[in-house]
C-alpha cells in the first residue's frame, strides 16, 4: 500500500514539473496579447485604442510601447500588426461600446478648402467656433473666447504649452461642459492662451472619447463613453 501511495505521489510530482512550466508559458503568451481598437483614420495616421486604453495617433511606419505597428491607412481601414500577426481594422472595430452605439450621440464635421474641420459648438453654454486638432492635447482657446465664456483663470494651473509658434504660457482650466453636434462632455480640461486665437481647438481631451470617422470632406464623431 505504501508503495502505492509512494509512486503516486511520484507520479504527481512529476506531472507538477512538467505541467507548471506549461502554464506558466501560456499565461506568458496571454500577458503578450494586445488588444487594438480602430477609432478614426487621418492620411497617413491611424488613431488606435490599446488595451483598453485613450485613442492615440500612431503614424504608418511606426510602432508603440505595446508592438503595435501600423503598416498602412487606406481610405477607412488601417493595417496594423500585433503579436506577430497582421490584422485589417475599419473605423470602429473593436471600438465602439454598446453605450456609445445605444446614445446614438453624434456629430458631423464637414472640411473647408484647407482641409481643416470646423464646427460651431458651445463651452459652457457660450457658442464658440471649433476646429478639430488631433495634435492638440487639449482643447485649447484664446484669452478673448476665455473671457467671453466667463472662465476664471485665476482658478486655473499656469503653464507652458509648445504651438506653432514656440513656447506660450497657457493656464490649465477645467471646463464644465463642451457641445457638439448632439454630443456633451463634461469636466474637459483645456488650456487658455495668453493671446486670442481664431478659434477653438478640439483638442484630444474631448476627442479622445470619440468614435472617429472620415470619409472624404466629412468627419463624423460618436460618442464612446
Known sequence: MHDVEGFSARIA???????????????????QAVDVGLAGVFPGKALLTINGGPPRIVAVGSTTAEGVSVLAVDGETATIEADGRKRRLRVGDNVAS??????????????DARGHFLT???INGTTVRFMVDTGATMIALGAGD???????????????????????????????SVRVGEITINNVDALVHEQ???????????LNRMEMHRDGQSMTLRKRF
Open 120 to 122: 460651431t459648438g458651445s
Open 146 to 176: 476665455a473671457r467671453r465664456i466667463g472662465i476664471d483663470t485665476s482658478k486655473g494651473v499656469p503653464g507652458f504649452a509648445m504651438t506653432a509658434n514656440g513656447q506660450a504660457r497657457v493656464v490649465r482650466v477645467k471646463l464644465d
Open 98 to 111: 454598446p453605450a456609445a452605439t445605444a446614445s446614438g450621440a453624434q456629430a458631423t464635421l464637414t472640411a
Open 196 to 206: 486670442d486665437m481664431p478659434s477653438v481647438l478640439l483638442g484630444m481631451s474631448f
Open 13 to 31: 510530482g512529476e506531472l507538477r514539473r512538467r505541467v507548471l512550466p506549461l502554464a506558466l508559458c501560456m499565461v506568458a503568451v496571454s500577458a
